[in-house]
Every structure is written in structure tokens, then in C-alpha cells.
């Protein structure tokens, strides 16, 4: 008699199938890798469930119960983390998630509209897949590059300063099988080769590595006038009204604030460009000590 589990639902569930015998092998060999990187085996689960993740695609039952075998773990504590993170899929999806920052800044910014906008254009809800299997849609919360808000990312790949138009040509693009170039950092790949590198696995494409770059020149504003350096003041134009046509996936008017800093002598204002004495925007408020009676 085959053993079965008890659901939520209380419903008897047949185990889960388990991977052909080669690919069983192949995913033994890599997993054995990622375990001896850790001094206690069951530290290596979260890399473990990004390389089943990029066998299939998504987390599958099988994907779990593998995980589980090798680290000597329960299915319910894997089944635990893999349903905690979000970058973990439970579902079969597209070669391309395009995330849609949808977080206070890049809602405000546009993040929304272009939500909006691409659901309306692929025909798809939130985490849904197109019918060709190129394109899954989802909101994603911030990712730290506010600064280029409103950001799309694609496999985790930044696209900043987007428009619903930039939108919906990248993912035009990316259906099409056209190229396509992140704003910054490393070359885009698929889904599941994405989820190979963080299992942990050298990114082995010619000059990605070196592509991943630092951080953008937004992100350094702040820095450099720590460092009492005067960065160009910029301007934000309005969309559509910048000196600046659109790049290929939408380096908007708004990029203007990147490209200025490659400009010396550029005299813009932006609002990346934050009061350098900051008591002195306030004059009725100065910053200073707060007293004992914290007034
Ligand atoms: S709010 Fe979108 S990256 Fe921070």
C-alpha cells in the first residue's frame, strides 16, 4: 500500500514523484557541492532550493522532497521556507519574471501606472504567465534602487527610470526573443539560469562578472557629499519634455539625473540633490541637540 500525507484539507496526498534517475544524479552532484559550504548541512537549504529551482522552474513537491532527503530535513520544515520567500515559485512560469515595483516611491512614481499598464498589455494578472511561457507578471516590494525609481526588474535585473511605454517594449522584447539590456549590472539570462547563480554557481558568461559593476551614480550622491564634494546640480524634467530622446527600454527624461553626472558643468537641480545644511531648510525648526525633556 503506498504511504500518503495528510493535507490541509485533510485529504490523503501521494508522495511526491521524484526526478528521473539522470537528472537525480546531475542535481545529487551540484547539491554535494553546496552542502560543503556550510559546517552544518542544513544551512545549505536555501541554495539547495534555488538550484531545484532552476531544474524546474519553480519549486515543485519533487523539488522539495529532494531537498529534504539530502539535508536530512522534513518536507514540512523545507515546505516551511520554500513558502516563506517570494523568490521561491510554487508554479510553473515564464523564462522572464518582470517584477513590477510597486512600494511607496516607485508606486508614486509611476510603479503603478506601469502595473496597470503591462497587465492591461500581456493580457495577465499578478503572478500570471503569458500563454507563450516568456513573461510571468508580479508586484515585487522594494528592492534598494529607489533612487531609480520607478524600477521594473527582470530575473532580479534592474530596469530603472521605467514608463508604462518603456514597459511594454521591454516586454515586447523580451517575447520577441529581441535583446535586451539591463539598466546596470549583469547580462539578463532565463529564469532558471538565474536561479542557478544563486544557488551559488559561477555566472561563467563572458564578462558578467565584470558587468555587475557598483552602485549607480544616483546612489552615490549622498556619499559624495559626506565626502564634501559638490555634486552637479541637476533637473527633473517633466516625461516626455527632457533635451534627451528615450533609450531603448526607456531611459526617460528622468534619466537625466544619471546622465548629468557625466556632464560637468551641467547646471540642473533634482531632487536627488539634497539641502547640504539641512537646519538651514528650516529656519524655524533648526536641527540641533535634543534637550533631556526631549523638547
Ligand atoms: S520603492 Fe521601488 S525600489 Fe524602493
Not at 5 to 17: C, D, K, R, V, Y
Not at 95 to 123: P, S, W
Amino acid at each position: 500500500m503506498t504511504e500518503t500525507t495528510p493535507t490541509s484539507l485533510g485529504m490523503p496526498q501521494l508522495p511526491a514523484p521524484d526526478f528521473p534517475a539522470d537528472v537525480r544524479a546531475r542535481l545529487e552532484a551540484d547539491a554535494k557541492e553546496v552542502v560543503a559550504r556550510y559546517p552544518d548541512s542544513r544551512s545549505a537549504l536555501l541554495p539547495l532550493l534555488h538550484l531545484v529551482q532552476s531544474e524546474e522552474g519553480h519549486v515543485s513537491r519533487t523539488g522539495m522532497r529532494f531537498c529534504a532527503e539530502t539535508l536530512g530535513l522534513t518536507t514540512a520544515e523545507v515546505t516551511a521556507v520554500a513558502t516563506f520567500y517570494t523568490m521561491y515559485r510554487r508554479k510553473p512560469s515564464g523564462d522572464y519574471q518582470v517584477g513590477v515595483c510597486t512600494n511607496t516611491l516607485c508606486a508614486v512614481m509611476g510603479g503603478d501606472a506601469i502595473f496597470d499598464e503591462l497587465k492591461r498589455h500581456l493580457g495577465v494578472g499578478n503572478d500570471e504567465t503569458t500563454p507563450d511561457g516568456k513573461v510571468t507578471l508580479e508586484h515585487i516590494e522594494c528592492n534598494a534602487a529607489c533612487d531609480f525609481a520607478p524600477v521594473v526588474m527582470v530575473n532580479w535585473e534592474f530596469f530603472d527610470n521605467q514608463t508604462p511605454e518603456s514597459a511594454r517594449r521591454l516586454v515586447d522584447d523580451l517575447r520577441a526573443g529581441r535583446p535586451v539590456e539591463p539598466t546596470r549590472g549583469a547580462p539578463l539570462c532565463t529564469y532558471k539560469e538565474t536561479a542557478r547563480i544563486l544557488a551559488g554557481f559561477p555566472d561563467e558568461r563572458p564578462g558578467a562578472v565584470a558587468a555587475s559593476g557598483g552602485a549607480g551614480p544616483a546612489s552615490l550622491v549622498g556619499l559624495r557629499l559626506a565626502k564634501g564634494e559638490t555634486p552637479h546640480p541637476r533637473v527633473v524634467h517633466p516625461r516626455g519634455e527632457g533635451p534627451h530622446g528615450e533609450g531603448p527600454h526607456g531611459e526617460g527624461p528622468r534619466d537625466e539625473a544619471t546622465r548629468d553626472e557625466a556632464q560637468p558643468g551641467s547646471a540642473h537641480l533634482s531632487s536627488h540633490d539634497a539641502p547640504q545644511q539641512t537646519s538651514a531648510s528650516d529656519p524655524a525648526h533648526p536641527a540641533g541637540p535634543v534637550d533631556e525633556e526631549g523638547e
